[in-house]
């Protein structure tokens, strides 16, 4: 029983970060209707400028909130600089881009530090918390992370200007711009924010998969089955998906098909979603059919 | 009085033909002007380019300004409210941030809960609505909501796009009889795009009349009023 | 993207000729591992005929084609490790094999448009290698070390005076393959079945209201894409002798797209310039650094989208026409 619980917290732990990937995906794609197959690797890279910091000195939450900021400004250039252009190109072409992008950043974090796998701290203690051995330190402390970080974002979009106009430029760009918000400010925002939400995923998984540049790769695929599980376009999809996906993950592989095919689960998740109920749980856009 | 917006040689369309051609228009500041014409003259057509949501060539000055050159929602910033046709409001929202964003450019938060409690009290169902999504509001309280949204803008000029579309008789006068407040209180200045060229005749101090994408004709209310050939084909007489 | 042409110009002819000069005299005048190159590019620009097909004609993107490269290779190696059967007939079967596989792909792609079907061809991809490593499959997979296959020997040893060694044989076994499927591409791309594709491509509606059955059109072209990119799979598991799991990751499948995306797509000799390219970057970029061929590929693969969208092919034949007219 105990090893199950264990599961299920394990479950939970990768779940949050899974959701928090999985919200920033469905931010971007409610604002721009692309998927950002690039969000995996632009938190890698954001958790390589965290190493970076730790690295030459820098203490660990200096150098977590010093990488939310950095990251907020990659997304945002990125949207700006190489996204922006290609806003209204047929699919194929927005699809490349975003795949250039994603071998871009691979290939950089590889080239500025190197493919050997490195270790990256966990700001939380080594030691199980109270004595408990259902869950480790760095998993509670990373649901924790995940839940303020979830607060946070509600509290911004619900309650403050600068939020609802997110949401409004994100429902109907037109609308948007008779109220007078400058919508593509908005969508470099969005971005940045969707990097900075990645960035906090990239921190959090790093000690646990360790830190090189294929990192997120899997984790990515699992952001994506959470994302369409929730419904691709609702952001309270993408939260309760990723914690599905995350338990899901933790207990089949434990207990059914072993850890060597766990993504095939993730797999055959998105693959069954799409075909069978493409709005996931609680979204409303389906897929066209011709 | 002053002239708030000049219209020069405006041509518009939407990709390769124009719809719209040579549209020349001055509107007076604290007047009301009608912008009458049947289905597919380019009435719609018209206020989407004045406020540069379609590619328009030709000379736009508002309040001494060259905005021909401002993307949409800078115009709007400068003080043009535009209620499109289809209302635009977000229906994914509530009632009452659909109105909170209609004040979203402006940087006085105070005056503008005075003015969300003055649209409440135009629209007292509105604050019916208040939490309720702006989707579910029925097409008479759509159009109230889209109104008072471009109103908490403070604007200087409100651009109305066949506010009585699909509403009932009651409905619309309830909103002429508001807009005439707007004008006459508020000192808004109001272009109207109508079909139901009675109504707008009413409200209206001056008229242009539009057919197959060009101005026709230009008189005071009163004057199109009168008009044999307007009294036959848009009044109905 | 560019129209599909019917018909071959005097352009076309010259081009052709020296191309195929070179193909036959250029082996004898090489090392045997550039001649190994050439062989994969051929294998590479197969491959790509298939993408091109399915992507570029029939507009279904696919960010997973490596999984077809996997059938075919480990098709071939499977029935030459274990059924000991001769090398040619392998690929016959794999080319059989992937179009079944690719048709059955194609029945639920259906339902899927741009961003969606990119979504779950990217996450095959992704989970190819996890795949490919099935335990209960290892019997016949050979697991994580994969399968070691002896390079088929040369039936001549001399032709003319001049040496035929293994490496030599294969690149001329690669580059009949690659006529063949060439010649068979544009067959069925050409008249009728190619203009029903880039119909259904760029107007789907219209399309299947003349008439066209766009589901079943939409699978073909699936499975024939797979067929195609099967026998490039087929034909590299001869040339490296070895397929393994770990071979067939996410970035074999971006390595397609790249390909398609700087050849050219919907187009056929786009295909030959793309396997070029993705097989000769790295020679030349791998001097600055293991990351460098991959910085390069990205880059390209983004200002192809800003700068020349139709590729190589389209802006030759975007030049050719300018010079023509002159």
Redesign the interface.
């Known amino acids: 029983m105990e090893t199950f619980l264990h599961q299920i917290m394990a479950g939970i732990a990768t779940g949050g970060i899974y959701a928090s990937l999985a919200l920033a995906l469905v931010m971007i794609y409610q604002s721009t209707?692309?998927?950002n197959?690039a969000q995996g690797e632009i938190a890698m890279f954001a958790t390589y400028l965290a190493w970076s910091l730790i690295n030459a000195g820098v203490s660990y939450w200096i150098a977590f909130f010093s990488t939310l900021v950095l990251s907020f400004l990659l997304g945002a250039l990125i949207q700006r600089i190489?996204i922006k252009?290609?806003e209204r190109?047929p699919?194929?072409?927005v699809?490349?881009?975003f795949?250039?992008?994603?071998?871009?950043l691979?290939?950089?974090a590889?080239?500025i530090f190197s493919?050997t796998i490195k270790p990256f701290p966990s700001p939380f203690p080594k030691e199980p918390p109270f004595g408990w051995s259902i869950i480790s330190s760095h998993e509670l402390g990373s649901i924790g992370v995940t839940l303020v970080l979830l607060v946070l974002l509600f509290l911004f979009f619900r309650f403050t200007?600068l939020g609802?106009?997110m949401?409004?430029a994100a429902?109907?760009p037109?609308?948007?711009?008779?109220?007078?918000?400058?919508?593509s400010r908005m969508l470099a925002l969005g971005w940045g924010m969707a990097a900075m939400i990645g960035s906090i995923a990239g921190m959090m998984i790093a000690p646990v998969v360790f830190l090189e540049p294929n990192m997120m790769?899997?984790v990515?695929?699992y952001a994506?089955?959470a994302a369409?599980v929730g419904g691709i376009d609702s952001p309270l999809g993408a939260v309760i998906g990723g914690f599905i996906v995350g338990i899901l993950e933790n207990v089949l592989g434990a207990y059914l098909i072993?850890t060597?095919?766990?993504?095939?689960v993730?797999?055959v998740l998105?693959?069954s979603v799409?075909?069978f109920k493409?709005a996931g749980l609680f979204g409303k856009n389906l897929?066209?059919?011709? | 009085m002053n002239v708030l917006l000049t219209v020069k040689n405006m041509c518009a369309g939407y990709g390769q033909g124009h719809v719209i051609h040579d549209i020349n228009m001055d509107i007076m500041e604290g007047s009301v002007t009608a912008l009458l014409g049947s289905n597919g003259a380019g009435k719609t057509t018209t206020l989407r380019a004045l406020t540069r949501m379609i590619s328009m060539s030709g000379e736009l000055h508002f309040n001494g300004q060259r905005i021909d050159t401002l993307a949409t929602e800078e115009i709007v910033r400068l003080g043009v409210a535009h209620v499109p046709d289809g209302r635009g409001t977000f229906t994914g929202l509530t009632t009452e941030e659909n109105l909170r964003l209609g004040a979203y450019s402006r940087n006085d938060k105070p005056s503008q809960q005075q003015d969300l409690e003055k649209m409440y009290g135009y629209f007292p169902k509105l604050r019916e609505r208040k939490l309720q999504q702006a989707g579910t509001l029925s097409g008479g309280e759509q159009q109230m909501l889209a109104i008072a949204r471009a109103l908490m803008l403070r604007p200087r000029l409100l651009l109305l796009d066949e506010p009585s579309f699909g509403l009932a008789p009651l409905v619309v006068q309830e909103i002429f009889d508001i807009m005439r407040t707007v004008n006459q209180l508020e000192k808004v200045t109001i272009l109207l795009v109508e079909q139901n060229a009675a109504m707008a005749l009413n409200l209206a101090d001056h008229a242009y009349l539009l057919e197959t994408g060009r101005l026709v004709k230009s008189a005071a209310a009163d004057v199109m009023k009168q008009d044999e050939s307007i009294r036959r084909s848009y009044l109905g007489a | 993207m560019t129209q599909y042409s019917t018909g071959i110009s005097n352009m076309q002819w010259v081009f052709g000729l020296v191309l195929a000069v070179t193909a036959v005299v250029l082996p004898f005048n090489l090392s045997n591992y550039h001649v190994f190159q050439m062989a994969m590019v051929l294998s590479y620009a197969i491959a790509l005929v298939g993408l091109n097909i399915l992507t570029g004609y029939s507009g279904q993107i696919s960010l997973g084609h490596g999984a077809f490269l996997a059938i075919g290779a480990y098709t071939t190696a499977i029935l030459i490790d274990k059924y000991d059967m001769h090398y040619a007939l392998t690929i016959p079967l794999a080319a059989l094999i992937c179009f079944v596989a690719g048709f059955l792909f194609g029945l639920p792609a259906l339902r899927l448009e741009g961003h969606y079907l990119a979504l779950a061809t990217f996450s095959l991809a992704v989970a190819l290698p996890q795949l490919l490593k099935f335990k209960h499959l290892e019997e016949w997979t050979g697991g994580v070390q994969g399968i070691v296959i002896m390079k088929p020997e040369s039936p001549l040893k001399e032709i003319m005076g001049l040496q035929i060694n293994a490496d030599r044989w294969m690149y001329f076994v690669s580059l009949f393959i690659a006529i063949v499927m060439f010649i068979l591409a544009r067959n069925i791309l050409k008249g009728r079945v190619g203009r029903a594709l880039i119909a259904i491509r760029d107007h789907p509606i219209a399309a299947s209201s003349m008439g066209i059955n766009t589901s079943l059109y939409k699978s073909l072209a699936f499975g024939v894409s797979a067929l195609f990119t099967g026998v490039a799979g087929s034909l590299s598991a001869l040339l490296i002798s070895f397929v393994a799991p770990d071979s067939f990751n996410v970035f074999l499948s971006i390595i397609l797209l790249v390909g398609m995306v700087i050849g050219g797509a919907a187009t056929l000799s786009g295909a030959l310039w793309g396997a070029l390219f993705i097989q000769f970057i790295p020679n030349l970029a791998d001097e600055i650094s293991k990351a460098a061929p991959w910085a390069i590929y990205g880059v390209s693969m983004i200002a192809f989208m800003y700068l020349m969208p139709m590729g190589i092919a389209g802006a030759l034949a975007l030049l050719g026409k300018r010079l023509t007219r002159h």
């Not at chain 1, 037109?174 to 919508?183: E, F, M, T």
């Open positions: 209707h692309h998927i197959f190489i252009p290609v190109a699919v194929l072409n699809v490349v881009v795949i250039g992008l994603l071998v871009i691979n290939s950089l590889g080239w493919y200007t609802l106009a949401r409004a429902q109907n037109d609308s948007s711009r008779l109220v007078g918000i400058r919508v790769s899997g990515l695929l994506f089955a369409l072993g060597e095919l766990k993504l095939s993730a797999l998105i693959v799409l075909t493409p897929v066209t059919r011709v």
